[in-house]
């Protein structure tokens, strides 16, 4: 794949609301609370590093549990 689409602001919210990760440095219901304030900038740097092809370091990790 070479180029990628823009996310919209309702497939985030979509995608931050039906999912959790151990990961996360802040609570679950804590962003699902804030998720009208933080929609905004969650879309921003999902697109960017989409269009970038770049990922941070501290995204980089999973938690694989069978």
């Not at 802040?26 to 269009?51: E, H, Q």
Request: one cysteine or more; glycine letters at 2%.
């Amino acid at each position: 794949m070479t180029t990628w689409w823009v996310v919209s602001t309702e497939e985030v919210q979509r995608i931050v609301l039906a999912k959790s990760c151990s990961l996360d440095l802040i609570p679950t219901y804590l962003l699902r609370d804030c998720i009208d304030a933080l929609l905004p900038f969650l879309t921003a740097m999902v697109n960017a590093s989409l269009c970038e092809g770049h990922l941070p370091v501290s995204q980089k990790m999973a938690v694989v549990t069978p």
